[in-house]
């Protein structure tokens, strides 16, 4: 099973949005609605920002939203905030295993 | 206050084994699935392999089929990874997960980890 496409790289000013793609396949991303995201800081336990592709835990601010279409999925993040900066993986049901994506560090300029 | 804490890792050479263990508090372990999640130095994060609530089911990656074997003591809220013929490609972080609902039928996102076990396989 290989890993889903993250780009390594996003950035976005302090109040702008950034929006960071997840592409796997029609046997994983396409075929579920079970993708959800994470947030990890360095040094950091991962956190859930976004689970069945568009759904936030409680306590997850609003700024944070997933969507997808096809076999790609999508983590906007609006109003960015310093806090933010951190890297984010995707992750996704590919029937009777799960698969995280390679990564993007997200940079608040 | 909702937990999950692992133990059991350390340096050990290639081809030795080792047990990982997860212990859980604050929460009802007996309904929810677990997995268990490796990060490498510097690396991304990989799925390792997940356990049903009753421990009736486990699946695994690929790169742990026939040297891993997850199960788990729901008397005594605890998870384990074995690991067996450890290559130096296994030296990573180890996290267990809850997921996020309980009797889960398809893996869903994970929303308690612990603080991971570092597991080094080195000569």
């Known amino acids: 099973q290989s890993a889903l496409t993250q780009p390594p790289s996003a950035s976005g000013s302090p109040g702008q949005s950034v929006t960071i793609s997840c592409t796997g396949t029609?046997?994983?991303?396409?075929?579920?609605?079970?993708v959800s995201w994470y947030q990890q800081h360095p040094g950091k336990a991962p956190k859930v920002m976004i689970y069945e592709v568009s759904k936030r835990p409680s306590g997850v601010p609003d700024r944070f939203s997933g969507s997808k279409s096809g076999n790609t999925a999508s983590l906007t993040v609006s109003g960015l905030q310093a806090e933010d900066e951190a890297d984010y993986y995707c992750s996704a049901y590919a029937g009777s295993n799960n698969v995280f994506g390679t990564g993007t560090k997200v940079t608040v300029l | 206050q909702v937990q999950l804490v692992e133990s059991g890792g350390g340096v050990v050479q290639p081809g030795r084994s080792l047990r990982l263990s997860c212990a859980a508090s604050?929460?009802?372990?007996?309904?929810?699935?677990v997995h268990w999640v490796r990060q490498a130095p510097g690396k991304g994060l990989e799925w390792v392999a997940v356990?049903?609530?009753?421990?009736?089911?486990?699946y695994y990656a690929e790169a742990v089929k026939g040297r891993f074997t997850i199960s788990r003591d729901n008397s005594k809220n605890t998870l384990y990874l074995q690991m067996n013929s450890l290559r130096a490609e296994d030296t990573a972080l180890y996290y267990c997960?809850?997921?996020?609902?309980?009797?889960?039928?398809?893996?869903?996102?994970?929303?308690?980890w612990g603080q991971g076990t570092m597991v080094t396989v080195s000569s």
């Open positions: 029609s046997s994983d991303v396409g075929a579920y609605d079970y």
């Open positions: 604050g929460f009802t372990f007996t309904t929810y699935n």
């Open positions: 997960a809850r997921e996020i609902s309980i009797f889960g039928l398809i893996p869903d996102a994970f929303d308690v």
């Open positions: 356990i049903s609530y009753d421990g009736r089911n486990q």
